[in-house]
């Protein structure tokens, strides 16, 4: 039986989650009664883990590296992680 906390948690995951196909990533929830979101972008093959955790000010959503967002906007999230894991732009040819 899961927690309040870990309810929480895990909804302030899946909301996120239902953000990133729209965005071209996929993502896998792990862990449990200890959830985190696994996220990848098949594309670039970069890939995240995002942790939500409370905070004073509320729930924030934390990945590598150094990002930290509320999570009262997935959709900023997600085009947040998306800019991380985006492919690199391809370089202009060289004449």
Known sequence: ???T???QRLAHLESLAAELPDRGMVSRL???EDP???VWHPTS???TIVFATPAKEGWFFL???NGQEGT???GH???SVGRLLRPAPEAAPVS
């Open 63 to 65: 990945w590598s590296p």
């Open 36 to 38: 985190v979101l696994w």
């Open 45 to 47: 093959g970069k890939q």
């Open 5 to 7: 906390f870990t309810q």
């Open 1 to 3: 039986m899961t927690n």
């Open 72 to 74: 009262g906007d997935p």
């Open 30 to 32: 792990l862990g449990g």
């Open 77 to 79: 999230v997600a085009d």
